[in-house]
């Protein structure tokens, strides 16, 4: 069966004369911001116009653009190789069971992974051509968000369904909606912060801080599941690491506006570290890539809360062979 994986992602600018179109295009998703039109339209072009000075700043400080689109091929790279070798396993362990089947070529059973971001290119509507052309017979969505969340997972998954239905894209069609509590995605967390957390305790005992993108508790109060699976998520990565009496906690970053969002946030429980005198393990859990809101906000707005030598910041999973390996058994 010829299949085409799509790597659903956020998306975002990849020059700082993008920054207002892109977040047009995100305070414009009705999954962001729940207004019917042309309510969301004028608010979305009022948000980006007011917020592009602030994020000019912050992309300026990382190259002037966002690396996004850059771990996310990368990903989509190593994804397509670790389908392709378990391809071949899989034919060399089938023709050495029943010698009388003929040999399935890996290039029948699978074919290709494609990038689509929600914001920025590449669009689904660019994405879908590519897919056209190649004529799979099934299409697997599967959003790099570990954690389901309607503004992030549903909102990918229903433009990409849009998409592929004003295109004539017709084909099966399966989805992932969530893989927070995937063993290999809870081995990979646990690897990378176990090297940090032995780092940090030649200094003192350390405090791990699991930092997931915070939402609107509006959003939580219509039964979006985001927050409990980041606890179950956070739960599994501390089980794993079998760290006796670990002081560990989660908290939300990257809240906008007025309104109550998930908490505690990562920046007071920063302040409740520096108050502590421990050192601080920070582990990105809602986040598989980097981008403005790791190698800024986290790096270096929330770094310089912490006592010089005392923060560690443990990187996003992007291509660890333990997540791709994730990644690679839900498309199987």
Partial sequence: MKKAVILLNLGGPDSLDAIRPFL????CDKRIINLPNPFRFLLAKLISSKREKTAREIYKRIGGKSPI???????????????????????????????????????????????????????????VESVKQLDPEEVILLPLYPQYSTTTTLSSIENWQKHARKH????????????????????????????????????DKPRVLFSAHSLPLSVIKKGDPYAKQVEKSAELIVKKLAIKDLDWSICYQSKIGPVKWLEPSTESELLRAKMDDVPV?????????????????????YKAIIKDGYYFRVPTLRTDPLFIKCLADLCA
Wanted: hydrophobic share 40%; with cysteine.
């Fill in 281 to 301: 393990v920070l582990s990105p859990i809602s986040f598989v890539s980097e981008h403005s809101e790791t190698l800024v906000e986290l790096d270096i707005e």
């Fill in 24 to 27: 047009f295009n995100l305070f």
């Fill in 168 to 203: 004539g894209l017709k084909c099966s069609t399966k989805i992932i909606n969530h893989y927070y509590d995937n063993k290999n995605f809870i081995a990979a967390h646990a690897s990378l912060i176990a090297k940090h957390y032995k780092l940090a305790s030649k200094i």
């Fill in 69 to 127: 689109l850059e771990n996310t091929k990368a990903q989509a790279e190593a994804l397509e190789q670790e389908i392709n070798k378990l391809c071949h396993q899989s034919s060399l362990t089938l023709g050495s069971r029943n010698k009388n089947l003929a040999p399935v070529s890996c290039v029948e059973k699978f074919t290709k992974v494609f990038v689509c971001m929600r914001y920025w290119h590449l669009f689904a509507s660019e994405v």
